[in-house]
Structure formats: structure tokens, C-alpha cells
């Protein structure tokens, strides 16, 4: 069975294979990082396995969750990868930087994270109704799986009596997500542009991105050079991450991937 998990480089293939007796490793040097961990299957246990060649600026925060699981695994060489991740976290400094590199500092030094508890949470379905449209956007997480509601499906819930909203508002099922809108995934646009090393392409996106429309406007351009919406999706994709990990921090959770500890 394969399957792709999120990766730290679109462009690097991950896998999910099964096995008997998985065996958690992480492997690191200055070419290449190699991390297996244990997840949950529907017939058992299954392994992920990712691969990157170094530790990617464009995938931080994807690929920590997985180190953060290999350190709650003890997986061999965890610590190595921690260490090179926190100080890769340290200096870029986006936010949501800060709260994964203190969890890993956390699990080095301890062996678990202070105040915060677990969640398996998609950060990038979390990072979809913090961002997305205010009338649509907004919703919740199951506190018990992990599992995203977006506004219209607990509408949709509760129009068919599926639910009662006192049982909507059980604090301790529900963590409720207000949307933020989509200042933030601006101001991404912006410090994607002066990133651009090529003036006319960055001239062009300049103008995309003026009045209303600039999301469509400036995907639009950027569909001309392939190279350049790839790096955006990654870009993207790395500062809403950060950006859903810094709230679920401040709400009490971190992102849990895998199994703990046998």
C-alpha cells in the first residue's frame, strides 16, 4: 500500500508501507535526512517514510511534526534531526517557528511538552478555516480525533438533527475556531514577491496582487511559470502551517502524528 503523507519538498515522493514489526529510524547528515515513524492504520500499524535532502527552508513545519513524533518514539538519531531542525526554526523565525522549535526543545529535554496537550490535527485543514472566507470560514475541532467541522457542515449537522447545539458547545469535545480572515495569507504575497529574483516577474505580481481579486489575479500569473507556483504552494503552504500551529499552541494543544510510545 502507498500513500502520500504531507512532505517537506512536493517534489520528494513519501510512502506508507506496512509491516509486521516496523522499526522507527531517523537518519541525518548534511546530504540527506531519512525519518521513519509508526502511524495508525485501518488493519494495524502501518510506517511513513520520508526523505529530504538537508532540511528544507520550505518545509519546517511539516517536516517537525514528524521529528516530533520520531523524539516521542525514541526513534535512533531523533535528537540529531532535532537539534538540526531547532536551529534551522531559530533563525528563520516565522511565526509558529518558535512554538515548534520549543516543543522539540521540550521533548529533548524532557521527554514531553509542558502545558500543552496532544491532538492529531491537520494543520492544513485547521489552517483552512482560521484563513478562509469570514461569512463561510470558522469552525471546530473534535478534541477526541482530531477530526475538522467547518461552519457548513455543523450547520448541515444540526439542520438535519444530527446534533444539538448544547452538545455543539461541550467545551470539553469541541475546541472552536474563529476565522482570521485573509490578511494574513496577504501579507504572504508580499513576502513571496521579494523573494522573486527575476524584476519583471515580480513587477507583474506586484500589479496582480492590487485590489480585489488579488488572490485569483496573482495565481493567474503566477500559472506562467510553473517553477515560480510551485515554490508559492510550498511557500504558502509552510507559513499557514506555522501560522495554525502558533494558534493550536496558544490554545493549549501540538500537533500529534504517529503512535506513543510502545
Known sequence: MS?????????VPDSVTHAENPVEELRT?????SLRVKVPAEDGTAVVEMMSPGVP?????????WVLAALEQHADGAAEAARLMIAALRERDWEGDDALADQLDALLEGGAIPDLRPLPVDLDELAGILEGDP???GGRVDLA???IWPA?????????????EDESDDPDKW?????EGSRDGYRDMELFIGTVRDPGRADRM????????????????????PGELDRWYAFSAERQHGRARAWLAGAGYYVRKGLPPS
Not at 500513500?3 to 517534489?11: A, E, T
Not at 475546541?175 to 476565522?179: D, F, I, R
Not at 489575479?217 to 506562467?224: I, M, S, W, Y
Open 3 to 11: 500513500k502520500r503523507q504531507p512532505g517537506c519538498d512536493p517534489k
Open 29 to 33: 547528515d548534511r546530504r540527506r535526512i
Open 57 to 65: 527552508e520550505n518545509g519546517l513545519q511539516a517536516f517537525g511534526d
Open 135 to 137: 461569512m463561510y470560514g
Open 145 to 147: 480525533t482530531g477530526e
Open 152 to 164: 457548513p457542515a455543523i450547520d448541515y449537522a444540526r439542520e438535519i438533527g444530527q446534533e444539538d
Open 175 to 179: 475546541l472552536w475556531v474563529h476565522c
Open 206 to 225: 506586484e500589479i496582480a496582487i492590487s485590489g480585489r481579486g488579488a488572490f485569483r489575479r496573482f495565481k493567474d500569473v503566477l500559472v506562467r511559470w
